[in-house]
């Protein structure tokens, strides 16, 4: 320890007549000190800044797969939907198809005479009366054939209507 302060004494004139250079020295240390810090601090923030750069294209690219794959679910959905609904209006246009032909009504013309009878007769459709009801109501096929593809698509829309809200 006397050693230690007996360099002191000997350095004390020194130290008394450059002190500013030593006191620039300690400031000049500790900015690199802090300027090192700095850099290394820089550094850090770059690195997180790439990490969460990555991370957002990470997580973009996998939302995007969602939804990719979730249009694609609901296509295929979509898709068996319209079969089912293109086999159901078949059906249903076969239906009318039937009925219409099973229940057509023919007017009898005036110049057709007695022969629109047994043609009537022959066809299998009753030919029109002269003493129709009232309330009677004639439909031409495309009327019947449109209610049908009316009627199948609102049946249709109901039904899924209900897997939306049971």
Wanted: proline share 4%; hydrophobic share 50%.
């Amino acid at each position: 320890m006397s050693a230690l302060l007996a360099l002191l004494q000997g350095l004390w004139p020194a130290l008394r007549s450059y002190w500013s250079y030593g006191a620039l020295a300690v400031v000049s240390l500790v900015a690199w000190h802090f300027d090192a810090r700095a850099v290394a601090n820089a550094d850090a923030v770059r690195s997180q800044a790439a990490q969460f750069a990555q991370a957002q294209a990470d997580a973009t690219a996998a939302a995007q797969k969602a939804l990719k794959d979730e249009q694609a679910a609901y296509a295929a959905k979509a898709q068996e939907a319209d079969n089912a609904y293109q086999t159901q209006l078949a059906d249903a246009r076969g239906a009318a198809a039937q009925y219409i032909s099973a229940h057509s009504v023919r007017p009898q013309t005036a110049a057709s005479g007695a022969g629109a009878a047994p043609a009537a007769a022959q066809s299998g459709s009753a030919s029109l009366s002269a003493s129709l009801p009232a309330d009677t109501v004639l439909v031409s096929p495309g009327d019947v054939q449109a209610c049908t593809d009316a009627t199948t698509y609102a049946l249709k829309a109901h039904d899924w209507a209900d897997t939306i809200n049971p």
